[in-house]
């Protein structure tokens, strides 16, 4: 009986300690208003919770862009408080609440600006203290202008930009866009609208963009800072940037700057592929300049981040300003990537016994040899890579589905999206042809010398009679000596808008030599049935 006793005990003690370990989660929202009284997330706001009476050191947690954090606690009581104050219209907020985690049931805290702790150090300032006003914090950044910065798109480069006047001017870095004289401007994963490229000047390293001012409705631009009046930046000031990397949401990253002046600015800063061109703020919010790239090996070796500084900024936007003469661009809405359907779990198992040879998905014409690429396509062709030397694989494979030069890093992303690639051919020319014959003669075997028929100008599809819009007209740059590179074209379609529902699949292909000499190639309808078998599993 005793022996009984002892082990119903136990078992309700262990009863106990399971219930008092079971973890809550406590969701916690931080948002002040604005003059407007329009609520804003304060985000990367630091927070201490601490539990009552306190056993441990306090937990740090920090807000994300949205204001919101959410922390699993045992129940108990907490306090929950601001590690610092955070500035925002020249008055400073802090939070001390406690509140009660029950076992097994969610909690919210929201910590706004009728809770918290508010002082306004400028209104009480005297000429003896001489206080001035606090300056906002630079985490309102983000949210205030990411709407304003836009992804840009060029036929051989991604980056980013930002809208600095209401009439459709997108302001972004020379070297981030290179030689395009047009683009496409994109502004969630949804909406893209085309960009006529007004000025790029290499020497001051600004290009400036145009769309319909209809595309830009709504958007905040973001004010220059242009005048007598505006700061230079100095070395180890600490300074803010914007950017859309590619594939990714819109983010901000900080460093300070490494050696301030002109004509450029160095940085500690680190982007992602396709941020750069994004604007550079100080901590006061005013723009000091815009992010762009330390040139050739040096931006490898250094692996810094050059800012071009706001005054060349400022002279090259007056300067295109004046001539945007000619009507804006339309503002209809180009198409873009449809969402992904298939985790990567499922995409490598579907690629697995998937063949990797391109026979099956290509065509020639007189010209260029046409490869269709799926994700499946790619991606068993870079597991079959793996592990070894990509050179040493079947030339089928290296060259149409391995080498995507400055689109590399787009493709191997794999997005759900189906790749024309047109690769101009090799020719001899006629009087090589007759020297080598020559030669053959006096017992000489020379081989082959060929060199590339035409480079690749651009592409138009069909299905039926019906043209396909690209997602992306993108061309690759592929060197063949140290000083000449010729194109070839990578053209992003959406793969539902090319199948059997076609009836027939037609590409036009135009060389650069002959842009309007069209090369006209009917698909084989089994290729356009196992391109779109390709994509069954995503759909």
């Known amino acids: 009986m005793g022996r009984a006793i002892v082990v119903a005990a136990c078992v309700l003690l262990l009863q106990g300690g399971a219930v008092s370990q079971t973890l809550s989660v406590l969701h916690i929202k931080v948002v002040v208003v604005d003059a407007d009284r329009k609520a804003t997330p304060v985000p990367r706001h630091a927070l201490l919770i601490s539990d009552n009476p306190a056993s441990a050191p306090p937990r740090r947690v920090l807000t994300g862009a949205d204001g919101t954090v959410d922390v699993r606690l045992r129940p108990g009581n907490y306090t929950v408080e601001s590690d610092r104050a955070v500035a925002f219209g020249g008055k400073a907020y802090q939070w001390v609440r406690t509140i009660d985690i029950a076992a097994g049931r969610d909690a919210v805290l929201d910590l706004t600006a009728d809770n918290a702790d508010v002082t306004s150090p400028a209104a009480g300032a005297t000429s003896a203290t001489n206080a001035a006003p606090l300056e906002p914090d630079p985490s309102f950044l983000l949210p205030k202008w990411q709407g304003s910065v836009v992804a840009i798109w060029t036929p051989y480069t991604r980056a980013s930009g930002f809208i600095v006047d209401a009439k459709g001017v997108v302001a972004t870095s020379q070297r981030a866009i290179g030689r395009a004289t047009s683009a496409e401007v994109q502004f969630s994963p949804t909406t893209k609208v085309s960009a006529s490229v007004v000025v790029s000047d290499a020497a001051r390293d600004v290009a400036i963009l145009r769309i319909n001012p209809e595309a830009a409705t709504g958007i905040q631009p973001i004010p220059l800072s242009c005048g007598a009046a505006d700061k230079p930046v100095t070395d180890r000031q600490e300074i803010f940037t914007i950017g859309v990397p590619m594939f990714q949401q819109t983010t901000m990253s900080s460093g300070v700057a490494v050696r301030g002046g002109t004509p450029a600015i160095d940085s500690d800063l680190v982007l992602a592929t396709g941020a750069a061109g994004g604007p550079v703020f100080a901590s006061d919010g005013r723009v000091v300049g815009v992010t762009s790239a330390l040139p050739g090996e040096e931006e490898t070796r250094r692996g810094e981040v050059r800012i071009v500084p706001s005054t060349a900024l400022c002279e090259v936007t007056a300067g295109a300003q004046k001539q945007m003469t000619e009507a804006a661009p339309a503002a209809t809405h180009l198409p873009t990537e449809p969402a992904p359907s298939m985790t990567a779990d499922a995409l ?55 080498d995507f030069s400055n689109w590399s890093e787009y493709v191997s992303a794999y997005p759900p999206v189906l790749l024309i690639r047109a690769t101009p051919k090799m020719v001899e020319g006629f009087w090589t042809t007759v020297a080598r014959g020559a030669a053959r003669t006096q017992g000489v075997a020379v081989p082959p010398i060929k060199h590339f028929k035409s480079g690749f100008g651009s592409m138009r599809v069909y299905c039926g009679e019906t043209e396909v819009a690209p997602i992306h007209p993108f061309k690759l740059e592929q060197r063949v000596s140290d000083t000449d590179a010729i194109d070839e074209g990578l053209y992003v379609f959406d793969p539902g808008s090319l199948g059997p529902q076609c009836g027939s699949v037609k590409l036009v292909l135009y060389s650069d030599k002959e842009p309007d000499k069209p090369d006209t190639r009917v698909v084989d309808p089994n290729m356009v049935k196992r ?5 069954a599993a995503s759909r």
């Open 531 to 535: 391109v779109w078998q390709d994509f």
């Open 348 to 402: 490598k198992a579907a690629a697995a016994g998937h063949s990797t040879s391109a026979n099956g998905y290509q065509l020639s014409s007189s010209t260029f040899d046409v490869t269709f690429i799926t994700p499946l396509l790619s991606y068993a062709a870079q597991l079959q890579a793996t592990g070894r030397d990509r050179y040493d694989t079947d030339q089928a494979i290296v060259r149409p589905l391995l």
